[in-house]
């Protein structure tokens, strides 16, 4: 279970929805999240009242067709999967939105179980003995 957040120059609904669904895709593709396992922000800059800021940083020429994706994902990914996965999100981005590869910026943030609430207030991933049950009529999914 990815949380995903999207932030992009200039991007209007579309833009967003094609690398929203770029990010998603290559997910599902490499490391094996549920197609319906897709929990996103994605947040257009307009340059003005919000903008994103970049440098040449490693002698990658980036422009203002800058994305930054952060992705929040429970621990255990090989560096194999996740170097697989940065490669598909950025193919797919140029497929799915146009964007260069050179503008595609990812980082991962990983954490464990109990760091993840889906709903009803409970840690849904968390141990069972380390849990209160759900609200009485709440379902409970223990799938990713």
């Known amino acids: 279970m990815p949380i995903v957040r999207i932030d992009a120059l200039g991007a209007d609904s579309d833009r967003l929805d094609a690398l929203g669904r770029a990010v998603h895709d290559a997910l599902v593709e490499t490391i094996g999240f549920p197609p319906d396992d897709r929990f996103q922000v994605l947040v257009g800059h307009d340059g003005t009242r919000s903008t994103l800021r970049y440098d040449d940083y490693l002698g990658i020429r980036r422009d203002d067709g800058i994305v930054y994706v952060a992705i929040t994902m429970r621990s255990g990914r090989t560096p194999v999967q996740k170097q697989a996965m940065y490669r598909r999100i950025a193919e797919l981005a140029h ?3 146009g964007t260069e590869p050179r ?3 990812v980082t991962v943030t990983e954490n464990e179980s109990i760091d ?5 207030g409970l840690a849904q991933y968390a141990a069972s003995s380390d849990t209160v049950g759900p609200p009485s009529g709440a379902a409970v999914n223990e799938r990713h």
């Open 103 to 105: 503008n595609v910026f």
């Open 95 to 97: 497929e799915y939105a």
């Open 116 to 120: 993840w609430s889906l709903g009803h």
